[in-house]
């Protein structure tokens, strides 16, 4: 059996330090990218409550004008902003979703908003509003909310 030298042993241990960096830096690509979509999607969320912030002020039901293109309601500033509230929770919960399925998000956080997004689920009186944005939401996020009882009667 050949004796390898002194020489080679420093050529493999310099081989598989430069893989192993190449791979460290790979790794830390992929975790800039998902941070740099969760950040996407927290934008989107942002705008998306901007706009019903702006609604809210200016009296405007967003489910009534947008969704249903109904301009001729009649709602108290009470109820536009219960409604238009309950948009934006559900733009936060979709985004709380997609951070913690990108493992942005510790368990006992997650555990935390499931309690809130069942309290939000149940609000009978804004269901209509889910049940419209659910073909929006991802199925896996969907699939969620469904498997909560449903405190609303039919």
């Given at each position: 059996?050949?004796?390898?030298?002194?020489?080679?042993?420093?050529?493999?241990?310099?081989?598989?330090?430069?893989?192993?960096?190449?791979?460290?830096?790979?790794?830390?690509?992929?975790?800039?990218?998902?941070?740099?979509?969760?950040?996407?999607?927290?934008?989107?969320?942002?705008?998306?409550?901007?706009?019903?912030?702006?609604?809210?002020?200016?009296?405007?039901?967003?489910?009534?004008?947008?969704?249903?293109?109904?301009?001729?309601?009649?709602?108290?500033?009470?109820?536009?902003?219960?409604?238009?509230?309950?948009?934006?929770?559900?733009?936060?919960?979709?985004?709380?979703?997609y951070q913690y399925?990108?493992?942005l998000m510790e368990?006992?956080?997650?555990?935390?908003?499931?309690?809130?997004?069942?309290?939000?689920?149940?609000?009978?009186?804004?269901?209509?509003?889910?049940?419209?944005?659910?073909?929006?939401?991802?199925?896996?996020?969907?699939?969620?909310?469904?498997?909560?009882?449903?405190?609303?009667?039919?």
């Amino acid at each position: 059996m050949k004796k390898v030298n002194f020489d080679a042993w420093v050529q493999l241990i310099g081989m598989i330090s430069i893989v192993a960096s190449l791979f460290f830096v790979g790794m830390q690509m992929r975790q800039s990218q998902q941070i740099a979509l969760a950040g996407q999607q927290q934008a989107r969320a942002a705008a998306n409550i901007a706009v019903l912030s702006f609604l809210t002020e200016s009296g405007i039901d967003q489910q009534l004008v947008f969704w249903e293109e109904n301009f001729n309601y009649e709602l108290s500033k009470k109820e536009i902003a219960f409604r238009n509230q309950l948009h934006s929770i559900w733009f936060l919960y979709e985004n709380d979703y997609y951070q913690y399925r990108q493992g942005l998000m510790e368990e006992s956080t997650w555990s935390a908003k499931l309690v809130g997004i069942q309290t939000i689920y149940d609000k009978c009186r804004g269901r209509v509003i889910y049940n419209q944005r659910a073909p929006m939401f991802a199925e896996e996020f969907r699939t969620i909310i469904d498997s909560f009882p449903d405190e609303c009667p039919n």
